[in-house]
Every structure is written in C-alpha cells, then in structure tokens.
C-alpha cells in the first residue's frame, strides 16, 4: 500500500505541476491580450480620408491599414503601417503635389504627421521630387519639415542636404545645409 500512495502522490504533483506550467503560459498571453493601451481601438484597412476647407477638398489620403491607438497617458496616435499616399489639391481641385511614404503616424493632440521610410514629395507645377527617410508635416502651420538627408530633383538640377522646410504646397522650400547641386547645362 506505501508504494501505491507514492505513486498517486508522485501522480498528483506531477499533474499539478503540469496545471501550473499550462497556467503560466496562458497567464502571459491573457496580459498581453489585456493590456488595451497597447492594443489599437480601430484597425481599418483600405481607407480613404479626405481634408476640406470650407466644402473645397485641398487633401485626399490613402492608406492599405490605419490603427488608432488611445494609450493614457500619452498622446492618442494613429499609426499607418503599410504607409500613405497623400494627394494635395488647389481651390479649382487640380493636384499641386502629392506625398508617399512607407510608413505613417499622425499624433492627434498636436496636429503631426510623422511620415518615414522611402518618402517622396513631388511638386506637380514646379516638376520638382523631394527624396527623403523622414519627413514631419505639421497641420497647424501648414508646413514640411526634416532634420535628414533630403534630395531635391527638378528637369535641370538635383540638390543634396542636410535638412528642409516648405509650404503644405511644397511650392517655397529651403534646403539648410546644402552638401552637393548638380545643374543639367543644356546645350544651345
């Protein structure tokens, strides 16, 4: 009889144990799953958002996926994954420039777009490209900025440098530490 309670004793620890290990892996999951400030509260794929002023559209934006996150005590975000193309309109509804890039998070609370990875900006009127790894456009003043490499491609001049400002219509931009200008000199 000792030998048979040793061996439903040894039984019983064994499969206690086995509880508490499958309990440990599902109380990790169960945290992680309940964290909601880490957790979107909207996941939307294929979304089209459009800005007006004044019934007049000025910016239609795309994006494959948007997840909105409302993480408290920090700034609600919304973070575009797969990234944006973003197309920005004059008053007679005709493309001035357009935007792409890679990735994507606009920060609600201050009106910030944060765009990165592979960004492009062209002007449609001035046939000019801005190529960069980060771009921030800010909603309120209505204009571009970087703090990174920026290259700038127009039909007969290409500029390198290290940081950039423009208007929303990337019509009146700045290059503020210009390292290298090529010009196309056409022959006549």
């Known amino acids: 009889m000792p030998v048979r309670l040793n061996i439903i004793f040894v039984s019983l620890i064994f499969a206690t144990l086995l ?17 909601l400030s880490q957790q979107p509260v909207v996941d939307a794929k294929k979304v089209e958002i459009m800005y007006s002023d004044s019934g007049v559209v000025k910016v239609i934006l795309k994006a494959s ?7 408290p005590p ?3 975000y919304i973070e575009y994954p797969q990234g944006i193309h973003v197309v920005f309109y004059n008053m007679q ?9 890679n ?7 201050r009106r910030l777009w944060v765009a990165k990875n592979n960004v492009v900006a062209e002007n449609k009127k001035e046939q000019k490209t801005l190529n960069t790894e980060e771009l921030n456009w800010d909603l309120q003043k209505e204009h571009f900025v970087s703090d990174k490499t ?3 491609t127009s039909p007969d001049e290409v500029i390198v440098g ?9 019509n009146n931009w700045k290059v503020k530490r210009i390292k290298n200008s090529y010009v196309n000199l056409k022959d006549e």
Do not use: W
Not at 19 to 35: D, G, M, P, R, T
Not at 162 to 170: L, R, V
């Open 19 to 35: 509880i508490l290990a499958a309990c440990e892996n599902s109380i990790k999951e169960v945290a992680a799953y309940s964290n």
């Open 65 to 71: 996926e948007i997840r909105r996150f409302n993480n």
């Open 74 to 76: 920090k700034e609600p």
């Open 93 to 101: 509804h005709e493309e001035e420039s357009n935007m792409t890039a």
């Open 103 to 109: 990735f994507a998070i606009f920060y609600e609370t």
């Open 150 to 152: 920026v290259r700038i």
């Open 162 to 170: 290290e940081g950039f400002t423009a208007n929303q219509d990337f």
